[in-house]
């Protein structure tokens, strides 16, 4: 069975930086995009960053400039590196891989999240 684990989180203070990674495993084929979304208390899931096989990506506009998605040389890994990071960016992050490269809508596999806290 498909499994995404995730880390890279932590406590950063305001204008510091994080990298997450994410490597998935148990697929026979590779994934056509992954990405990341966050969830803050209270709010929706939202798709923060992807990136399809072919180098595309997707960025939320609160994001852009700020952080940086890519895939590693590993079949099935996704990075996110994020700077300049604020408190909004205060989330639990879950990497997400899926089998089509529109990011219209919550498909895939999930990883377990992980806690990123921007704080001083």
């Known amino acids: 069975q498909v499994q995404l684990v995730e880390s890279g989180g932590g406590l950063v203070q305001p204008g510091g930086s994080l990298r997450l990674s994410c490597a998935a495993s148990?697929?026979?084929?590779?994934?056509?995009?992954m990405g990341w979304y966050r969830q803050a208390p209270g709010k929706q899931r939202e798709l923060v960053a992807g990136i399809t096989s072919g180098g595309g990506t997707n960025y939320a506009d609160s994001v852009k400039g700020r952080f940086t998605i890519s895939r590693g040389n590993a079949k099935n890994t996704v990075y996110l590196q994020m700077n300049s990071l604020r408190s909004e960016d205060t989330a639990v992050y879950y990497c997400?891989?899926?089998?089509?490269?529109?990011?219209?809508?919550?498909?895939?596999?999930w990883g377990q999240g992980t806690q990123v806290t921007v704080s001083s």
């Open positions: 148990g697929s026979t084929f590779s994934f056509n995009a």
């Open positions: 997400n891989a899926r089998f089509v490269e529109s990011w219209s809508f919550e498909i895939g596999y």
